[in-house]
């Protein structure tokens, strides 16, 4: 069974918020609510690096630990779902993710604060799939139309990807070796440093 | 007199019933499960028709088309 992740690629991103605009399209996302964003490291500075972030689909997602209606489900393919009928609003699952994932809506005189909105990979909720519930509340199921998340596919540099967490590793690490640097960037190395060397025991010391 | 009793309280009945049948309003909460509707596969639609097989496959060749290396005519060597 596929586990369903997103992986940015850096080096690729140009910042040009394709995916942005490709989410906000797809799922007709109203004005202030941002399920994806790009945010640029050191913008305006030569070698400025940019991400495209929403949520990540967390394998141990905060989110579902705080929410205190749990209204938190997880498919089997891995993707962080939640039910809008549910939801109070409260803004826990907010604070808990690392990744400023969960969009509130504001609406009425006074900024009242909706219920959450986030990026569904594309994979709709608990509605009936293609109905107009499901639609409104989530925006479109194209996983269940056999595609993967809008944004990834509509990335004209491809450094966004979207899908099986397995095969998208691979696609990245092939592009990295392909730019003529090793397993130093991409493995064990990048995620944890170099392993610690014991200082050897001097004789007599 | 007493028929017109009998008819009021016989009207009352109903009423006094209804109370009896309140429904909880109040959802009560397991701690640490997902209280929602059930969501199905993404394959039990009427495209794929609960074929999971055919669903995986369609997003297989949308995970490898991501891949831009492999996407060019394979070449003799």
């Known amino acids: 069974m596929a586990r369903m992740k997103f992986l940015c690629d850096a080096e690729r991103c140009i910042e040009c918020n394709g995916c942005v605009t490709a989410c906000k399209n797809e799922h007709e996302v109203p004005w202030g609510v941002n399920r994806r964003r790009v945010v640029t490291l050191n913008d305006g500075v030569p070698g400025e690096k940019s991400i495209s972030v929403a949520c990540m689909h967390c394998s141990d997602a905060p989110c579902m630990a705080v929410c205190p209606v749990d209204c938190f489900y997880k498919t089997s393919e891995g993707v962080v779902l939640h039910d809008k009928d549910l939801c109070i609003g409260c803004g826990y699952c907010f604070y808990a993710c690392p990744f400023g994932a969960p969009q509130f809506p504001q609406d009425g005189a006074f900024g009242l604060r909706g219920k959450m909105d986030k990026c569904t990979f594309c994979a709709g909720g608990p509605e009936a799939d293609f109905s107009a519930a499901e639609f409104r509340k989530y925006g479109r199921n194209r996983l269940a139309e056999g595609k993967l998340p809008a944004c990834a596919e509509m990335c004209s540099t491809k450094a966004l990807l979207g899908g099986d967490g397995d095969v998208i590793a691979d696609i990245y690490r092939n592009r990295v070796l392909k730019r003529g640097k090793g397993s130093e960037v991409w493995g064990w190395g990048t995620a944890y440093g170099k392993p610690e060397r014991q200082p050897s025991a001097k004789p007599g010391a | ?77």
């Open chain 2, 1 to 77: 007199m007493r028929k017109v009793l009998a008819l009021a309280i016989a009207a009352m009945l109903p009423l006094a019933a209804a109370g009896c049948g309140e429904q909880q309003a109040v959802t009560v909460y397991k701690q640490g499960q997902y209280q929602g509707k059930p969501d199905k596969q993404p394959w039990d639609n009427d495209q794929f028709k609960s074929d999971k097989l055919a669903w995986e496959r369609a997003i297989k060749a949308r995970n490898d088309i991501q891949d831009e290396t492999s996407r060019g005519t394979p070449t003799a060597n």
